[in-house]
């Protein structure tokens, strides 16, 4: 079976189709995956260095690591990010919910874009809680300082931190709408984002929806939440998906 075909015209079938993305979607524009074997989580502590209190504790040190980390997704989107916005502009994918913090799939030109873990492109003041690019602040002297004298602490989330309550609600509600959905480069095992591609397979009180995963290699809803998985690089299969969509609505 041809699944590019099969992906192809499930997706312009359906009536409201979302994304799910993760980090094997940015480690092909060179952003490597912190989780992985030599990834940022090998050299420094998640425990000391992620969580929101080590932040508190001493910001500084949290900075360093951080500094770090920035500089790593200095990165440009790639033809996986371009395709989904191909697939916005053709109406066929109404959001992407992304559980990564690097401001790609904004850069690239997607309108409808719900950031899960928030954005580390961005930071915001503890005190005043003023938002400004990270490529404006001071990064030789740490930790950063807003204007007020407030600490600036990249707008993400950090370990110990709730989701943002209105990106949680939104992707609840597309998840639980939508009657199909592409899970990319992410193994959906961070939970609560692991909830969203089972709320948008139904229940009793929703009706199916077909769950499409695109990823290197098999996880933990393969078989289970999906109905089938496309293996390999998703900048690769997602341009065949775009190109194979105008060829069967031309």
């Given at each position: 079976m041809n699944l590019i075909k099969k992906a192809?015209?499930?997706?312009?079938?359906?009536?409201?189709?979302?994304?799910?993305?993760?980090?094997?979607?940015?480690?092909?524009?060179?952003?490597p995956d912190f989780r992985s074997k030599d990834g940022l989580w090998s050299r420094y502590d998640i425990n000391e260095y992620g969580h929101i209190d080590s932040f508190k504790k001493n910001p500084a040190k949290v900075w360093m690591m951080l500094r770090e980390?920035?500089?790593?997704?200095?990165?440009?989107?790639?033809?996986?990010?371009?395709?989904?916005?191909?697939?916005?502009?053709?109406?066929?994918?109404?959001?992407?919910?992304?559980?990564?913090?690097?401001?790609?799939?904004?850069?690239a030109g997607s309108k409808n874009v719900i950031e899960f873990h928030g954005n580390f492109k961005r930071v915001v003041c503890t005190r005043c809680g003023k938002k400004k690019?990270?490529?404006?602040?001071?990064?030789?002297?740490?930790?950063?300082?807003?204007?007020?004298?407030?600490?600036?602490?990249?707008?993400g989330i950090f370990f110990g931190e709730a989701i943002p309550r209105n990106a949680y609600l939104k992707s609840v509600a597309l998840a639980t709408k939508c009657d199909l959905m592409l899970v990319i480069g992410t193994s959906a095992s961070v939970y609560p984002a692991s909830q969203l591609p089972y709320l948008a397979k139904g229940s009793l009180t929703k009706p199916k929806g077909i769950v499409i995963e695109i990823?290197?290699?098999?996880?933990?809803?393969?078989?289970?939440?999906?109905?089938?998985i496309i293996e390999g690089k998703a900048g690769e299969i997602l341009p065949k998906i775009v190109e194979e969509i105008k060829s069967i609505t031309s």
């Open positions: 192809a015209e499930d997706i312009s079938k359906a009536k409201m189709g979302i994304a799910l993305t993760g980090a094997g979607i940015s480690t092909e524009s060179g952003i980390m920035i500089s790593l997704m200095n990165a440009e989107p790639n033809p996986a990010h371009y395709a989904l916005v191909e697939l916005e502009k053709m109406g066929y994918i109404n959001a992407v919910i992304t559980q990564n913090v690097d401001n790609l799939h904004q850069e690019g990270v490529d404006k602040i001071d990064m030789e002297n740490l930790p950063p300082m807003c204007e007020c004298g407030g600490i600036l602490k990249p707008d990823n290197k290699e098999t996880t933990d809803i393969t078989g289970i939440v999906s109905d089938y």
